[in-house]
């Protein structure tokens, strides 16, 4: 190898070993509480500080439903997964995940929108289509 061209080579090692590679990070995830309705459900998503994350499903009707509290991360891609701490069985809704159980969901912002999608987890099977979708942030009110 020729004098310039392993000089022009260690000099392009050095210059790339100076650079901090850019870090990817996690997308922000909305603060706040978001609601929507699916067929005879009310869906409501917490999102609160410390990656503390509520679920509330109740049917309109009969007013059964399940509160979850949760604990979550958010992946590079948008995917956030859920750990229950502690799930509360409202009147006679047929489901109450036990302590620990995983949940996950591509997570995005479209407009003033949250958008859930790709729900996977334990006992999931016929929830995907009333959880999944979009949702509204409600607005706070005033006292």
Excluded at 107 to 117: F, H
């Amino acid at each position: 190898m020729n004098r310039i061209a392993m000089f022009a080579a260690l000099a392009f090692g050095l210059t790339a070993l100076g650079e901090e590679p850019k870090k990817e990070e996690a997308p922000k995830v909305p603060t706040g509480v978001f609601t929507k309705t699916a067929g005879d459900f009310e869906i409501t998503w917490t999102f609160q500080k410390d990656n503390k994350l509520a679920f509330l499903m109740k049917n309109t009707d009969s007013g059964d439903g399940v509160k979850i509290a949760n604990t979550y991360t958010v992946a590079k891609d948008g995917v956030v997964e859920m750990t229950v701490e502690k799930a509360e069985k409202i009147g006679d809704f047929p489901v109450q995940p036990p302590k620990g159980s995983k949940y996950g969901f591509k997570l995005a912002m479209k407009g003033k929108k949250l958008v859930i999608s790709d729900l996977t987890g334990d006992d999931t099977d016929g929830a995907k289509e009333v959880v999944e979708g979009e949702y509204t942030k409600e607005e706070k009110k005033d006292k």
